[in-house]
């Protein structure tokens, strides 16, 4: 009806702030990690996923879509040569996530298959400073009068309200602080997909439910303002653009429509690169596209690459 | 006839008249008459043979590996797909005939050196560099690392420059944990029917190796540039031996004997650098079995598709040369399967065919890359890198490809063989019990980061 992610604001009691934390945005603006060498190893790896993958001519989303975020993440991963505490993650794949709140007087609740989730033994250190988290007191939530804001929710009759601490890991599990979800919408029929709107609404409600979830099981069950807020990262892609969100929860008292607010950082709608050219274009014997990845912004890649570091280095 | 043959005596004479100066007669520049060869078209063994030479010069003359893999495989004809994961009984004995291959049991002489230099503690500058094949290295290698390690002892942390001694304890606490949060902490749903491979040793496999591959990059620049495939596909077509086909319309015509690999390995790690040869190229280590049966009788069955030769991404990545593929064996293929049919001799073979079998598909794939085929020899050998693993149980296999050249013509006065070494499977733990991994293997761990340490002598 109208974009998704001013209704999961709400539903989250979330403020919105453009663009990246300051940072994250540090680790992108760094010279000194080096991220120079990583862009040719990023354009190859990007071209691997859209043109060399398949004996075929050119490989499908449903088969891109997944290679080019595996071939990223070992990239990220190499870095742990060089910080060894990179070395205290886990990827954990199929993962589900269930987490119930309530929202003036309506109950709530995030469940299913969370995409792949990536846990580390070390939370990420919060994001906002104590001002910034006392500033958005004034913050007023968007309100949707006359519509409910909970259109367009599924509405079922819930038995057992599931708060699964950590998330789809039993107690004792080492890496237990989720560090960042990966939205792949990897669908060929674009139909299929999520619009990325949609997909930052799904990110969001996605990192809220694991950052609840989080915080009951250090926290206890009872809604309060956080000592100490829970941060968890989020980044969705279709193949080609990226969105990319942090999001910081700073209370579980969600009934109230006042007080502390949640703060989320989105990034949204980052091209990796503009086209993947597999067969040179000719039209009348004369090549207007050539075969190969233009437009290659290495710039999305060193955001995701900072994502990734982010809360170690 | 007489006339004609008057005729051409007066013509010549006539114009030998007509010189003015006799001369030297002028050498000719050019025959005079095109050279006798056997005709293209006829239904003849010479002709037939005159076909292939011109086929032969075609694919030589190819300006692209491109154009030469599809002129390679342009002719689809019935072939045996050959399996590497196969339940066939002594099915390692008839992949070694149909490749060439002589199986060496245990591992190659230079991956004993480095496990010494590696368990030697301390392991110095010297010792983390690659380590060298050949019956030589291991004592040489020995000395530095013996008369290193009680200075290395001394020292308690090396120098920024030096590489750290291989922590096997921080690389068994990554293994227990990708084991533990496969198998124990992450909540699954049941697996499916027949399926238990890819509940839990499947992930285990990927984390494991993910995970290691990471850890080890800063030690091997060369993990550092790899390319890491989930699920890749790699295929082979060749020819080896002749045969005379039975029925149909080419009935009673002599045929190569063609066989395709088509294989999916559950990972793979390819690397743009060779890996060093482990035995010059022309060594001779054992002998290869040779089977007077039809490949049918295996059971092998045929079927005509399109030969495909892909190492898993197409040329024109510079990620061309394989180092290590990791195979998990299917549910059909476990051992409690082969124990209770009573067959317990099957189990290694099992293991030894699918190593054989993607080693030289993969081996023989990137060496077409490069050009080569089996009228182009190769000309340096071609070393990959193999586990094959059910989850618990892991075999490591090392594969040198020192010839491509099998069909009927090119194997006649070929004295090389490929060579493959391989261990029989051994368990990387006991069992998983309440968040502990009982009985875990040190051993089959450093072999495995021996592996994934592998690397050309440069680096």
Redesign the interface.
Known sequence: VFPGVRQAQWLTKTKLVEGLPPAVQGTVDNPALGLQELEE?AR??V??AR?????EAAPRREKYC??LF??L??IC??M???Y?S??KR???????IAATWERESILLQVRGLSGILMNSMTPIPPVASKEEILATKEHVLETFYPIAPTIDLQEVNVYKELN?TGQ???D????SHPHTLFFLESASVRTDRFRPEQLRAKMLMFAFGNALAKAKALHGNDPKVLEQPVVVQSIGTDGQLFQFMVFQLNTTDLVSNDGIKNLVWIDSDQNLYERAQCVPEVKKRVVTKPAGISGFQPDTFKKFLALYLHGTV | MASLRVRRLLGSSRRWFSETVPGAPSPPASPLYPPVVASITAKSKAAKSRRLQRFNQRVHAAATVEEKLRLYGKLQRPKYTVYPQTFALNADRWYRSFTRTVLVPGMPPRAAAAKRTVAAAGATPEAGRAPEPGVEAPAAAEAPGAAEAPGAAKTPEPAAGAAPSLDIGELRSLACDALLQESFYQKKKRPFLYRDQDHTPGPFLTQLVSTLAASLSGRNPLLAASSLDLNPEVNYYWHHGEEVVVHGHRKGRVDPVRFQIDDNPHLQIRVPKQLPEVVPLESDLGDVPVIDHKPSKLPLFKKQYENKVFIGSKVADPCCYGHTQFHLLPDKLKRERFIRERLEDQIEVVYRSNGIASLFAWTAAQAMYQGFWSEADVTRPFVSQAVVTDGKYFAFFCYQLNTLALTAETIKNNPRKNICWGTDSKPLYDVVEDGNVKGFNDEVLLQLVLFLLNRPKEL
Not at chain 1, 51 to 55: G, P, R
Not at chain 1, 90 to 96: F, P, T, V
Not at chain 1, 172 to 175: H, Q, S
């Open positions: 190893r190859h790896v071209s691997h043109l060399w993958d398949t004996a997944p290679v595996e071939n993440i070992h991963r190499s742990s040569g060089k060894p990179l070395r886990m990827l954990a794949r199929n993962c589900r699964d789809c890991f039993r004792g599990y080492p890496y």
